[in-house]
């Protein structure tokens, strides 16, 4: 996988906090945010989590899931 610096960074700073950490890796537009959004709703609904964040590199794709009815899932 080809990282920037400031990526790779952002890893060696989380070393120890893996076990709350989902990274996924795609082409662009390829539903990689779509995809883990999910994962995240079922961390909140079924797994005991009690917060998600999703960090998205654009506020385009954030505001994608503004029409998303998230309570159906």
């Known amino acids: 996988m080809n990282l920037t610096a400031l990526q790779t960074d952002i890893l ?3 070393k120890g906090h893996e076990r ?5 890796a795609g082409p662009p537009a390829s539903g990689k945010s779509r995809a883990l959004m999910f994962v995240a709703l079922d ?8 917060q998600a964040i999703i960090c998205v590199p654009e506020r385009s794709i954030g505001a994608s899931f503004g029409s998303e009815p998230l309570s159906k899932y």
């Open 12 to 14: 060696r700073r989380a």
């Open 20 to 24: 709350f950490m989902v990274a996924i």
């Open 43 to 50: 961390k909140l609904a079924n797994q005991g989590v009690k």
